[in-house]
Every structure is written in structure tokens, then in C-alpha cells.
């Protein structure tokens, strides 16, 4: 405080010692002379010092004028609180800019509104999912380029505690969760994010939940009828007993076989260890060629042509039993007289492929890619009455997936298809026997 005063009270009092000297001089003329002069020199140096304090406020860029006294400690102060101000605001801009960056690689869509919900700023994603284009629509109401008449009133009510789900405006086939979060009184921010894949996975759980209720229903249906007439029969006809019986056993068989293969589906999906013990596939591909032969009966050309010197490393279990559904649904649904192929190979740039090709009906394309979907069926009515349960390439894939594998489906309506399981290299090893060769052919006799 001292250091600030010191300065203006030593001038007042050489202003003061000043005109008493003139006083006692020139008298009381001499006194007002000196005095008056005093002042106007004191005021005109405060005004150049405040016209180099506004031109130095106009450009800020320049260095600071140098100055003594109050001025002097003026301008320090000013320099200083600019030179924090603009600190901080780099900092502030760093921090947007990092923040824009950041929010601008997320996978939703992000718009900052004003309080009018007119769009300040959005990311890539919701380029993308709102269909948005920056040299367009920064600016512009949020509500003119989102045309939903469910988002304008969520907007215009303003209630944001629930989230709003709506179709994507760039792709009417996705699906959008909305949510609006206030950052201050004059912004908000809209989230977008897609749902699709929730809504088909949830679709998809509805359906599994329906397609069992449905496939148990049926059996259990028979077997609760077939029981109800027994306990009104009297004296059952033994003929009629035992032929009732044998379609009870169907329905049970019906049954159990649905369960397993539920069972074998959940332990799939559950358990994400897989073994790695040597599988001999070849051994695996004759003993397949055998079993496909014996329930064929003669109506199929059926051959088998394997590369004796590659095996696996996985689950021999669940590599039998998922390459058996794909060998038994070639001989169920391939007509008689038609041809099936059986082949295990080493694929061109490593890794391995177990394929079975058949001379069916052949599958239209749209039913492709939902073949391995629970109880998905192309044929209801054939598949029933082939004994299928609707789980069995759900099974092959995720066992082919267990093995970091892959399912390849390709089939031409008419001519056939072939079912592919398509295995990496790092599964692939050479026989643990002596007696590795050359291909092994099988033909059908």
C-alpha cells in the first residue's frame, strides 16, 4: 500500500513546497501561476499515460509501454490479468477442441442445441444416423431436418427423463434411442444411438421363446390325448394299445431329442473353453461316410474324399457331432437318386475345410443368411417331418466358432448346396500316426 501512495504524495508535496517558495517570491500571482502550471502538467501526463493505455488495450499484441508511478503499476496489473485471461482461454479452446476430437470418433451421434434446439455443433455419427451435413445445417432447428412427428413433440414437451425411440431418418431399417442431457441454460445435447442389433437380439429371444413353447406344445398336446383315452378305455384293444404306444414314443422321442439339443446350445454358448486335443478328422469322415450310407438305404450316390495327412486340434465330440448334422441333413433332404459329397481338405493359403455337397432342392437366397438361427426353417412341414428340431446348424456354427472357425453357406435353387466349416491354420496339425499318405478316396459301391 505504501509503495502504491508514495509516488502521488511526494508530487502533491513538491507541488505544494513549490508554491510556497513562489509565494514567498513572486506573491500570491506567483503562487496561483505555479500552482495552476503544476496541475495542468500533472493532468496532461495522466492523459498521455491513459492514451497509451487505450492504444496498448487496442492492441493487445504489443509490448507493454513502459511507465512509472501508478501507471506504471496500472499496466503491469492489466498485462498480467490479460496474459492469464489468455491462458486460460487457450487452455478452455484446448480442452474444446480435445473434447470435439474425442466426441467426434464416438460410435453415437452427438448435436449440441441451443436453447431454441437449433444445432451448434454434431459429430460423424450423427452425420451418419440423422442424416445431417455440416456446410447445411449449422444453425437450422433441429426439428426441420429431423421430420418425426413423435421427435417434435418429445421436444416440445420437454420431458427428457425417458428415452425416445424412432427410426433412423438415413435408414428407415435402423432404429434410434434418443436422449437429451442439459450442460447449461444456454446448451443441450442430443445422444443417438442405435439399437438395431438390441431390437433383433431381443426379437430374436422372443421368437427362440415362442418356437420352444411351440415345438413342446405339440408332443405334449399327443401324449396328454393319447393318456386321456387310455383312461377311458375299459378294456383297450391290444392292437390299438400298442400302436398308440409307438406314436407315444415318437412324441417323447420328439421331446427328448428337443431338450438335447436346447442343452447342447445353452453348453455351446456358455462355456467359452474349447479342447485342444488332437482330432483325426479322416478317421472321423469314414466313420460319417459309413452312418450316412446306412441311413440313406441305397437312394444316394454318397462319396467321401479326405486328405489323410491333416487333422485338427478341438473337440472331437463336437467336431462329429456338428459335421454328422450336416452329413444326416444332405441325405434327408437331398431326393433320392441324387448325389451328396463329402470332403476334407487343406485349404490354399493354410487352415482346413470340412465340406458336404448335395444335388437337392437347393435354398433361395433370402433364407440363407438366417439358416442358423434357432428353429428357423425354410419348410416347416418337411423339416417336422424329417425329424428335425430347427437347432441343428445353430449348433454346427457356434461349435465351428468355438474353433475359430467360420460357416460358409452357398446354394442354387435347383442344383444343390454345400455346406462349408472352415477352420483357421493355427487349428490345423499334422497326423500323430505313421500311417499319413496320400487322399483317400471313398466311392459309393
Known amino acids: 500500500m505504501l509503495a502504491f501512495w508514495w509516488r502521488p504524495l511526494t508530487a502533491a508535496a513538491l507541488l505544494a513546497l513549490s508554491t510556497l517558495l513562489a509565494g514567498l517570491i513572486f506573491g500570491r500571482v506567483g503562487a496561483w501561476v505555479t500552482v495552476s ?22 492492441k493487445p499484441g504489443r509490448s507493454l509501454p513502459r511507465s512509472d508511478g501508478l501507471w506504471g503499476e496500472t499496466f503491469y496489473r492489466l498485462d498480467k490479468l490479460m496474459r492469464s485471461h489468455l491462458d486460460t482461454e487457450h487452455r478452455v479452446s484446448a480442452e474444446l477442441d480435445q473434447m ?30 440423422l442424416a445431417l451435413r455440416p456446410e447445411r ?28 425411440s424412432i427410426a433412423a431418418p438415413s435408414a428407415s431399417e435402423k432404429n434410434l434411442s434418443l436422449r437429451m442431457v442439459p450442460l447449461s441454460h444456454e446448451q443441450k445435447m442430443l445422444l443417438a444411438h442405435d439399437i438395431t442389433e438390441i431390437d433383433r437380439v431381443e426379437a430374436m429371444r422372443r421368437d427362440f421363446v415362442a418356437n420352444v413353447s411351440h415345438e413342446l406344445r405339440t408332443p405334449i398336446t399327443v401324449i396328454v390325448g393319447f393318456l386321456e383315452t387310455f383312461a377311458e378305455m375299459e378294456k383297450p384293444d391290444t392292437a390299438q394299445f400298442k400302436q398308440h404306444v409307438a406314436l407315444l414314443r415318437e412324441q ?6 428337443l431338450v438335447d439339443d436346447l442343452l447342447t446350445l445353452a453348453r455351446l454358448e456358455g462355456d467359452s473353453d474349447v479342447s485342444d486335443a488332437p482330432v483325426d478328422v479322416p478317421a472321423l469322415c469314414r466313420r460319417m461316410l459309413e452312418e450316412a450310407r446306412s441311413l440313406s438305404h441305397g437312394r444316394h450316390d454318397i462319396t467321401l474324399e479326405a486328405d489323410a495327412h491333416v487333422w485338427l486340434l478341438g473337440s472331437e465330440h463336437e467336431l462329429y457331432s456338428a459335421f454328422t448334422n450336416l452329413v444326416s441333413n444332405a441325405v434327408r433332404y437331398t431326393p433320392e437318386g441324387g448325389r451328396i459329397g463329402i470332403r476334407w481338405r487343406e485349404r490354399e493359403g493354410g487352415g482346413a475345410e470340412f465340406s458336404v455337397t448335395d444335388t437337392g432342392e437347393g435354398i433361395e437366397p433370402q433364407h440363407i443368411p438366417r439358416l442358423t438361427e434357432r428353429f428357423y426353417r425354410v419348410d416347416r412341414g418337411r423339416s417336422r417331418a424329417t425329424g428335425g428340431t430347427g437347432l ?36 490345423v496339425i499334422p497326423p500323430l500316426t505313421a500311417s499319413a499318405g496320400a487322399a483317400v478316396r471313398s466311392d459309393a459301391a
Open 137 to 164: 445445417d449449422f444453425g437450422q432447428f433441429v426439428s426441420y431436418l429431423v421430420r418425426n412427428s413423435r421427435f417434435n413433440e418429445w421436444l416440445a414437451g420437454e420431458d427428457y427423463t425417458q428415452p425416445l
Open 392 to 427: 441343428g446348424l445353430a449348433i454346427v456354427k457356434h461349435t465351428v466358432q468355438r474353433h475359430q472357425g467360420r460357416l460358409r453357406i452357398e446354394s442354387t435353387v435347383g442344383k444343390g448346396s454345400t455346406f462349408a466349416a472352415c477352420f483357421p491354420p493355427e487349428r
Open 100 to 129: 470435439q476430437e474425442a466426441t467426434r470418433l464416438l460410435p453415437d451421434g452427438v448435436v449440441i442445441l441451443d436453447t431454441q434446439n437449433r444445432i451448434q455443433w454434431f459429430n460423424e455419427a450423427a452425420q451418419a444416423m
Open 37 to 58: 502550471i503544476g496541475l495542468a502538467l500533472y493532468l496532461l501526463s495522466h492523459l498521455q499515460q491513459h492514451a497509451r493505455l487505450l492504444a496498448w488495450l487496442l
Open 252 to 257: 417323447s422321442d420328439r421331446i427328448r431329442r
